[in-house]
C-alpha cells in the first residue's frame, strides 16, 4: 500500500464560469449518483476528463490505510439530511495490513447537498464520463456499507470540487467493524487518487 494515497476530487481549482443550473429546491427528493472518479491528466490540465473507476484512501489511528473504488446511486427523500433504503452500489477494498475484497451499500444515513458546481475549471470545458456534466454538485454522503469479510462500516464521502464552500473534505472516510479510518489526506495534484464526484438530478 502507498502512504501516498493522497489526491481528492475537488479538482479544486480556480473555476471562471457560470455555476451549473442544478436544482436542489428544499424539500424535494433528490436522486443522486456518486463516484470516486479517475482524472484525464494529472497535474489537471485541458482536456480536462472525469473517468470512473478511480481510487480513495483513508488512514486509521495505527497507520492503516483502507484504499476503495465505488460508484452507486441513492434517493434522498427530503432533498438533504435524509436516510434512505433506496441505495445501489459498491465497490472494492483493500488494507495495508492485510485484507480485500469488495462491499456494497446498504442505506443511505445522510445526505447533504452543499452547492452545483462550476461547469467549466480554469475557463476550460470538462469531459464528465461519470454523468450530466451540468449536474455535477458538491456535498457529503453517508452510507451504511457491508464488506466481504463479514464486517459492516459508514461509508463518508466528500466532495469539494469548483464552487464549494469551506468544511467539505475531498474524497473518502469509513469505519470498518470497530476501525475508524477518519484521518483523510488532502488531494495532490500530480496523484490521481482520492476525488468524487455527485450527480443530482
Not at 22 to 49: E, K, M
Not at 96 to 112: D, M, R
Not at 153 to 165: D, I, R, W
Request: one cysteine or more; glycine letters at 16%; aromatic letters at 6%.
Amino acid at each position: 500500500m502507498k502512504s501516498k494515497r493522497l489526491g481528492l476530487l475537488g479538482v479544486a481549482v480556480v473555476a471562471l464560469a457560470a455555476l451549473s443550473p442544478l436544482s436542489a429546491a428544499a424539500g424535494g427528493a433528490q436522486h443522486v449518483s456518486w463516484d470516486i472518479i479517475s482524472l484525464g491528466s494529472v497535474p489537471l490540465a485541458p482536456p480536462i476528463t472525469f473517468n470512473p473507476g478511480g481510487v480513495a484512501s483513508a488512514q486509521a489511528p495505527d497507520g492503516d490505510w483502507i484504499t476503495v473504488t465505488g460508484h452507486g446511486t441513492f434517493v434522498a427523500p427530503d432533498g438533504s439530511n435524509g436516510g434512505s433504503g433506496a441505495v445501489t452500489g459498491g465497490g472494492t477494498w483493500e488494507t495495508s495490513l492485510g485484507g480485500s475484497g469488495t462491499y456494497e451499500v446498504k442505506e443511505l444515513v445522510a445526505w447533504q447537498f452543499a452547492s452545483p458546481q462550476i461547469l467549466n475549471i480554469g475557463g476550460q470545458p470538462v469531459t464528465d464520463n461519470t454523468g450530466d456534466n451540468t449536474k455535477r454538485a458538491n456535498g457529503v454522503a453517508v452510507l451504511r456499507i457491508e464488506f466481504s469479510d463479514g464486517s459492516s462500516g459508514v461509508l463518508t464521502g466528500g466532495c469539494h470540487g469548483s464552487g464549494a464552500p469551506d468544511g467539505i473534505f475531498e474524497g473518502i472516510a469509513t469505519t470498518k467493524g470497530f476501525k475508524t479510518y477518519y484521518t483523510v489526506p488532502n488531494p495532490v495534484p500530480e496523484v490521481n487518487e482520492g476525488r468524487t464526484l455527485f450527480h443530482v438530478q
